[in-house]
């Protein structure tokens, strides 16, 4: 697979991805199995890995943190203080997702604006203006998606010498948008059975949206993602002396 450098500014950290990871399993925040969202969690860290994406040294820190937590709550019970239960490991951890949520509720009032799209998807592409977004999703809904698809996929070796490059797929999900003007991200997934292909059409998505040509929407929390085309920009015409 060709090698291509992708940095974004929608990357989320580490409390983006617990928040996403409990919303998707309808989790209490105050009840997290800490066994299942610990090992979700790397599924994720080893996937952005995989993708050659530049994991700070936040998530690795919360993988540290989750492991601990785990850790703690494993120990037999005759290791606590007779007639106490001790402090729940995880109550730390529920704070700061407490006052993550806080803020989030706040920058949904700036968010409103962008609300407007959401009833029109399936009645035609939405008109986007150069100042609107071009990632209108959570970051880890995307890697869903292409979790989804990888495992899919039939256990095919791969050969040494295999080439999976980006631009082709580029130039294929802009061809595919000339003609339906909005297709399913999960459309897009389905020309690919390998995983190396699938994992360089995940690159070319996010190469399109760092180039402005396509925006990515989610229909609803946690729903569909679909593609849609930029517009090309109006260049004004040259004032006249």
Known sequence: MSAIDIHLDIFEGPLDLLMYLINKNNLDIYDIPISQITREYLEYLDLMKELNLEIAGEFLVMASTLMQIKARMLLPSNEKDEGEEGPDPRKELVERLEEYQKFQKVSGVFEERFMAFKDIYYRGSPVFSNEEKYLEVEFFALMDALKRALSKTEPVEEIEGDRF????????????????????????????????????????????????????????????????????PVSSPPEEI
């Open 165 to 232: 490059p980006v631009e082709p797929r580029m130039e294929r999900i802009i061809a595919m948008l000339r003609e339906k003007k909005g297709v399913l991200l999960d459309e897009i997934f389905a020309f690919e059975n390998r995983r190396l292909g699938l994992i360089a059409v995940f690159l070319a998505v996010l190469e399109l949206v760092k180039q402005r040509k396509i925006a990515v929407v989610q229909d609803l929390d946690l729903g569909e993602i679909r593609l849609y085309p930029m517009p090309e």
